[in-house]
C-alpha cells in the first residue's frame, strides 16, 4: 500500500515539473496527501475487490488517526488546489471515510469527525456540491437531539456550515437535501432542543449553534417556517432569550426572526407581539452596538414590506423606529449602518402616513444633506451650509453608493409631503432649498449628458426625485422644484424637447430582429415628464405627433415588449430579501413592475390635461374637449380601446389611476369591472326599487337602497326627513318606498350620471355636463369620479377604486335587507342583525343584488310563486359554502384558500372541510346558473390539491357524490402519482369504481409521461 502511494508522488512530481496545475502540489502537499492515504488505507476497501471503497474499520484508534491525517491534509489546501484532480480524489476519499465513521457509537470520535467535518467544509466552501455529502449530512441530522451535548453542538455546527455553503445549489438538490432532513425530523430535534434550553444546565453556544442551524433552513427552505412560528412554546423561548441574553445570541435570533419572517404568516405572529416588536425597534437604537443594530433594521426591513406590515408597525412604534433611523443615518463613521438605516428608511416612507410628519420633525432633510457632505468635506467645516452649487459639484464628482437612497427618501418625502410637514423645517438653515437645487441640477445634467457620461445609479434616482417633487401635493416643494427646474433647463429649450420626442420615435422603431433599448426610452420619457410638469407645454401636440409616439410606447408595454424593473437600473434596490418568500403576496411598487408604461402614461395624460380647444389627432380648433367628431372612432377604435383592456389586466394601482385619469379626459370615467356591469343593469329594474329621487321638475328617478348605501350614501334620506313610518311610504301596489326630494339645482342628466357611475363604477360624460356632474359629484363624496373631471393628478400610493358592496352585510341599523338566504345545517348561530329570530346560519342580503348575478333567483322573484313573496329562501348549501356564495354575489369574487405553509399542515379533515364547499358551490353554480363560480371553485380545489394531497380521496369521493366529474377528473390528476400507495393502504374502498378506473387511467398515464409514483 505504501509502495503504491510512492508510485502516486512520484507520477505528481513529475507532473508538477511539467507545468500546468500541479506546480501547486508542493513537497508539504504531497507528503501531508501521502500521509493522508496511509492513514485511509487501514481502514478504506473495496468490498469485493472492485466494487465501491467503503470505510470498514470499527477501531475507535484507527478512526481517529485517519481523522488526524484528513484534518492536516485539509490545513494545507488552497482554493486554487481544489481544481486538480489528485485534490479531487482525496477529497472524495475523506467524505466516504468520514460517512462511515459517523457510523461509531463512540461519542469522541463523532465530535472529531464532526469539527473534522466543518473543517473540510470551511475549506472548499461551496465546491462541496462535486461531492457526494447526503449521507454525512443525514449523520449529522441524527445526532442533534444527542444527549452528548458537546456533540449536538458540533454536528450543528458542521451541518450548518454544509448548508450555508449549498445556498445558491439547484432546486433538485435542495429538494433532494430536504426530504433527507424530513426523514430524519431535523426541524423537530432543533425545535425540541430549543424549548429544552436551560441557562444553568446548557452552555450558551448550544444555544448559539442550534438558532443559526434553525435559521438557516428556515432561509433556504420555506417548508420549515410552519413549524417554528406555529410553536406558541418556541416562540414565546425565542422571544425571552432575546430579550436576557449576551449580543452573540441576540443578533443570531434577529437573523432567525428574518428568516421566519419571510413567511407572510409569520410576519404576522411576529407583528402582532407587541412586547418584541417594542424590543425590535429598542435594538435598532443608539444604545446599541453597531452588529446588533444592523440586524435589528435587516428584520424590520423585511416587516416592512407590505402596506399592512408598514402600517402596524408605524402605529405603535413610530417615534421610536424614525429616531433609531435618523441615528443611524447621522453615524457618518459607519457606513454599514447608514446604509441600513437608509434602506429602512427607504420601505418606511414608500407608504403615506403621520410617520412621514416624525421624520420632518426630526430634521430628515439635514440628515440627507449630512449624508450627501460628510464623506467629502472635513471636521472643521460641517457646520457650514454649502450653496446650491457647491454641493452640486461635490455630490456629482464624489459619487457613492449612498446617493440613490438619498434621493429615493428625498423623492418620497416630497410625494407625500403635506404643507403642515414643512411647519418646522421650512426654510430653516435652508437646506431643503440646496437640497431640491441639488436634485434639479442633477436631473438637468442627465438630460444634457450622453448615457455613458453618467451611470445608471446617478441617472434614474436623480430624475425620480425631481419627477416625485413636482408631483408634490406640498406647494413649496411643487414651486420650488418647478422654479430651480426651470431655471437650470431653459437654455434647453424647444429644441431639445424636439431632441427627446425623436429619440423616443427613432427608439419605438424597430425591425423584427431588433429589440427596444428600454432604458433609453426610460430615461427619455422621465426627461419628458419633468419638462412637461415644470413647464407649460400647451404647443407640444401642435408641433410634433408626440400622442402617438406615446401611444406606440404604451402598446408596445402592455404587449410586453418594452418592459423594464427599477432594480434592472438601480442596483441600490438589491437588498434584504435573498430569502426565498412564502405564504405572502406583498404586492409591487405603487409605479408598477414596468416603469416604462408608468412613465409614458404620466407624460400623456400631464399632456392632454395641459391641451384644450384643440383636437389631439388632426389638430383642428374645437369649441370643448380634446378629440373632434371625426376623429372619435378612430381613438375609440385604437388607443382607447387598447387602454380601456389594460384596465382589466393585472397592473398595479399607479398605472391603472393614470389609465383611468387618461381615459377621462375622453369623457370615459371609471374602471369597469364585472361586479359592476351586473350591477349597471339593476338600473333599469324598477320592480325591486325601494328609493325615489324627486327632482324639481316633476321627473322621478328609481334607485336601490341597497346599493346607494354604500356607493353613494349622500343620496339617502336623511334622519330629519321622514314620510311615513321610518321615512317610508308605500306605493300603489302596496311596496315600502323611501323618497327623497332633491335640490332645484341638481340637473337631471348629470343626477342620472351620478347613479350611472354609482351602480357601475364608470360612465361616459360629454364635454356639456361636466360641470354639472363635477358638482354633485363633490356634493356626493364621489371623490374618484371628481378628481377625473378635474384633471386631478393621481395621487402617489393611493388605491384604485374598487367595486365591492359587502359593507351592505352588515349588522347595521338600516341595512335594507329584503332577503334572508339560510343554510342547510344544524349548527347554533347568534344573529347580530336587528331583532332577527333565526337561530341556524343565515345571511340578510338583498334581492336586487342576488338578481343581478344570478338568473335563477331572478326569474323566483318575478315568478309571483309563493316562494317570491317569502322573507326566508333555505339555499342547498352548508354555511361555509353560503359564506363564500355570498361575497361572490357582493364582491365579485370567490374567496380563495391560499396553498400556503399553514394549509399544507392543516389536518386532512380541515382540508376537506374547505374544499367541499367549494365542491357544493361548483354543484349549485349548474342550477342557478352563477357565471364562472363552478369554473373558480375548480381552480381552486385543484391548487390546494396539487399543493397537499391529504384530503383528496375524500374530496374526490364527496364531489363523484354530487356529480361534479370535471372536479373528480381534476382531482384524479393531482393524485395520480400516489395511486400505488393509497391502492395497498386501502384507502381507496370507499371510492366507486368508476372512480378508481378514472385515477388507475390516470396513473398510467402520468407514468408514461416519465412521472414517478411516490
Known sequence: MRHTASKATGREKGGRKGGGGEQLLTGRVLSLRTRLHDALALGLTRSDGHGAKKWQSNDAGMQSHALKAVAAFISCLSKEMLRLPPIKESISDILIVLEGVLQTKN?????????????????????????????????????????????????????????NNLVTATVSTHTEIWKALERTNTVASIISALRSYAHDVHPLNYLAEMISLLRTMMWIWPSSRYHVWSNCNLMGKLAHHYLGTETTVTTKVLRLYAALALCGNGAMILLKDEVLMAKICELMGASHISITRIEAFKLCQILLRSSKGCNQLMTSHCQPIVEAIIDAMSRSDDKLLVTEGCRTALLVLRYAGNHHQCFWSNAIDKVLYNILTSFHISSHQTHHILCHDELFNMVSKNFTDIHPYVWDILGYLAVHCQNEHLSVRKRKDHILDTLISCACSLAAGVMQSSPLKLSKDVQEPALRAVLMMLLSPCGYILSEASSKLSEVVICLGDDYLNIVLSSLESTTTRSVTTSFDSFQIMINLMNLVCLVLSQPYHNLLNKRNCVDVLSTIIKECLHNHIHITRSKVTSHLHFCFDGSSCCCNFGEEWEGKNIVLFYGLVVLFNLLKSTSLVCVRCKRNLDAGILCHDCRDHFTEGFLRVLQRALSQSLSSGPKLYIAHTLSLFGLCGSPSKLGRKMRSALDDNELADLELLLSDGESLNAHTSIISVRCPKLLPSVKYALGSNGKINDEWGKSMYRVQMSDRVDSRALKKILEYTYSGFVMVDDDIVKAIRTLAKYCHLKSLQDMLQKEQPRWNSDCPSYDLTVALGPVDHSFSDIILEAQSNEQMKCQHGSCQLSTPHVHSHKIVLSMSCDYLRALFRSGMHESFSEVIRVPLGWQALDKLIRWFYSGELPNVSPDCQWKNLGSDAQLSHLSSYVELSSLAEFWFLEGVKEKSLEIVTACLNSSTDAAVDVIAFAASLGQWEMVEASTRSVAHLFPRLRDSGQLEELDDDVIDLLRTEYVRHSQHGGRSD
Open 107 to 163: 461519542v469522541l470520535v463523532l465530535i472529531q469527525a464532526a469539527d473534522v467535518s466543518l473543517k473540510l467544509v470551511s475549506s472548499i466552501g461551496n465546491s462541496i456540491r462535486q461531492y457526494q455529502f447526503l449521507e454525512i449530512l443525514t449523520s449529522f441530522s441524527c445526532q442533534l437531539s444527542a444527549d452528548q451535548i458537546p456533540l449536538a453542538i458540533s454536528c450543528a455546527g458542521a451541518l450548518n456550515c454544509i448548508l
